[in-house]
């Protein structure tokens, strides 16, 4: 089993805040990717990270994939209340499964 | 163009009875995936398809799950027997290859509730 645990699991800021996600595992991941769920919605696909070391922004996101290819983290600066919702990490281990973190529930409060 | 439908968007079953859970992916995906998430919860894979190589079925929690894809297009998420636990949203997604390096386009889930 290839597991993804994302730390904090809840996490509730005050709009402007910066704030910090994880993505850790045992596991060597060919590729990372980011993922943001609304209410009542699938996940929708934030960015993919496939080489070690590798920094991606995204305005106000910036994704980080670990040099061992076995974490990632996910860097918000100046919150927005709509950056509010579910984020999920998800590692692909070859070339086929896509497995998914525990996720964690981000509150960005006005 | 449409992305990835499911139908139906909710369902209320009692314990015991089969359901079926539709998925429709995007036109052209060779890959589709169903996940089961419980509420608030993470994403726990259930089955991948992907052209017409062999299902990987290593999601699957019993062997009351089972599903098909017809014709490379259209799948159907088979639950026997259904269980009160079995209770949560199932959600479907495409992609246009398999595994991380491809975007998975995701429908909106069906809720089973299992009373």
């Known amino acids: 089993t290839q597991l993804l645990e994302q730390s904090p699991q809840f996490l509730s800021i005050q709009e402007g805040e910066n704030l910090t996600v994880y993505c850790n595992s045992s596991?060597?991941?060919?590729?990372l990717q980011w993922y943001r769920q609304e209410p009542g919605e699938g996940p929708v696909l934030l960015v993919t990270?496939?080489?070690?070391?590798e920094v991606k922004k995204l305005k106000r996101l910036t994704f980080q994939f670990g040099d061992a290819r076995k974490d990632s983290s996910l860097h918000i600066t100046a919150a927005q209340p709509g950056d509010t919702g579910l984020y999920l990490c998800a590692g692909a281990p070859g070339a086929n499964n896509l497995f998914f973190g525990t996720g964690t529930r981000l509150t960005v409060i006005p | 163009g449409a992305g990835v439908s499911q139908s139906p968007s909710n369902k209320v079953t009692e314990k015991g009875k089969d359901v079926e859970l539709r998925c429709d992916p995007i036109?052209?995906?060779?890959?589709l995936y169903w996940y089961r998430q419980s509420l608030g919860q993470g994403l726990e894979f259930l089955i991948y398809f992907q052209g017409n190589s062999a299902p990987d079925k290593s999601g699957l929690p019993s062997d009351r799950f089972s599903a098909e894809r017809t014709g490379g297009s259209v799948s159907t998420l088979t639950i026997q027997r259904t269980q009160q636990e079995d209770s949560a949203v199932y959600l479907c997604a495409s992609s246009s290859g398999g595994g991380g390096a491809y975007e998975q386009y995701f429908g909106p889930g069906t809720r089973l509730t299992v009373t």
């Open positions: 596991s060597v991941f060919s590729s």
């Open positions: 990270v496939v080489t070690g070391g």
């Open positions: 036109s052209g995906h060779t890959a």
